[in-house]
């Protein structure tokens, strides 16, 4: 079992920056894929980025990987999503979520899921 818990959203102007943080628990925490989702209010949630348990590998969605970067840190049982440059559009509530897999993708099917951390950008 492993519990996520989200936290670092907030409310910033257009242009701003944030950096979200998902602290695990549980031991096995470098053994999984951790991902960030995000969904805004009337859509579906996307999927934004997602990164394995060596930080070797990583995937972003095209739509902000210019701005946004995943990283963690396995000795804190933390992953990180920094977003730079952001956007109006970039208000969602962003999710973190765990995964056993073995490469990483953004189609993983994901086994746990944190509560969700506000980010709102206005313009």
């Known amino acids: 079992q492993v519990q996520l818990v989200e936290s670092g959203g907030g409310s910033v102007q257009a242009g701003g920056s944030l950096r979200l943080s998902c602290a695990a628990s549980g031991r096995t925490f470098s053994s999984y894929v951790m991902g960030w989702f995000r969904q805004a209010p009337g859509r579906e949630r996307e999927f934004v980025a997602a990164?394995?348990?060596?930080?070797?590998?990583?995937v972003i969605v095209n739509s902000v990987k210019d701005r946004f970067t995943i990283f963690r840190d396995n000795a804190k049982n933390t992953v990180y999503l920094q977003m730079n440059s952001l956007k109006p559009e970039d208000t969602s509530v962003y999710y973190c979520a765990a995964t056993r897999a073995t490469v990483v993708t953004g189609s993983l099917t994901y086994d746990y899921w944190g509560q969700g951390t506000q980010v709102t950008v206005s313009s």
């Open positions: 990164i394995g348990w060596s930080s070797a590998n990583s």
